[in-house]
């Protein structure tokens, strides 16, 4: 994977999502001394990691110049009371890359208006494991190359999808971004209900975590589609089946979702502006 990185970057926010982009960038070649990290409540380990690789944390702002991208992690609701310190280090030349859910390019143009080129993406927990999926879309004023960076910033973390539409992006989040959330609460579901037709806590468990690794597993390595993957093991008549008589009924699994999303989605909604 051969990615182009800009030469100074300014990250803001390093938590969970901020700081498993971070990790990503520094193994796929992103210089140390090329980053400036902007956190009020550093964790120990982001404290560490700055003393062992060399990068800037919390210098004062006096000492950094606009950077060729500034990464914007931080919580949306945040961002109110962060924009006046982000507008004075987003100048002509600065690429943002924001991660802020539900805040649009025109939000994010309006708080920083001299920045040259902004980037509005949502990826998702797996980037912790740099199996993430990102979806993206630029501002119209985004050049091939900014977009290039921008692409291989986010590609440090896992897949990228890019958008021609930005209102999209709030059902994106309400499918990959939220999404893990929901696989982990159906193994969570799955143990549960492995204990209460018998087995022992720990190893339904251990089963639904190792079955739910081991599909995700097979999505990975094959082309074949969910469906055809979930009918190759489905024998007619048989236990399996009998499952997916529940799962697949009017009132089962699917319109759950679609509901869960739509309440998803209308979230991100409100969090805009």
């Known amino acids: 994977m051969s990615l182009v990185f800009p030469e100074t970057l300014v990250l803001v926010g390093a938590g969970k999502m901020g700081g498993a982009m ?23 380990e982001l404290t560490a990691l700055a003393r062992e690789k060399g990068l800037r944390l919390n210098p004062p702002l006096a000492e950094i110049a606009p ?38 390019i025109a939000n994010l143009r309006a708080r920083l208006p001299a920045a040259g080129a902004i980037v509005r993406a949502m990826p998702n927990l797996p980037a912790a494991v740099r199996c993430g999926v990102t979806a993206a879309v630029t501002g119209r004023e985004t050049s091939r190359e900014r977009r290039l960076i921008a692409d291989s910033l986010l590609k440090g973390v896992g897949a990228v999808e890019w958008l021609d539409d930005e209102s999209l992006i709030d059902a994106v989040t309400a499918v990959s971004g939220s999404g893990p959330a929901y696989v982990f609460h159906l193994t969570e579901c799955l143990a549960e209900a492995g204990a209460a037709a018998g087995l022992p806590p720990d190893l339904a468990a251990r089963l639904a975590r190792a079955t739910v690794v081991g ?20 024998s007619p008549g048989g236990t399996t089946a009998a499952a997916l008589d529940v799962l697949m009924a009017k009132d089962g699994l699917q319109p759950l979702l679609t509901k869960a999303v739509a309440a998803a989605r209308k979230r991100a909604g409100e969090l805009s502006g």
């Open 22 to 44: 971070l990790d990503g960038w520094l193994a796929n070649g992103l210089a140390p001394e090329a980053v400036t990290i902007l956190d009020p409540h550093p964790a120990q």
């Open 67 to 104: 950077p060729a991208a500034l990464v914007l992690a931080i919580k949306p609701q945040s961002l109110d009371a962060s924009a006046d310190t982000i507008a004075r280090l987003a100048g002509a030349g600065t690429l943002v890359v924001s991660i802020l859910a539900g805040k649009t």
């Open 215 to 234: 599909a995700g597993e097979m999505l990975r390595q094959t082309e074949l589609t969910p469906a055809k993957l979930r009918q190759n093991v489905t």
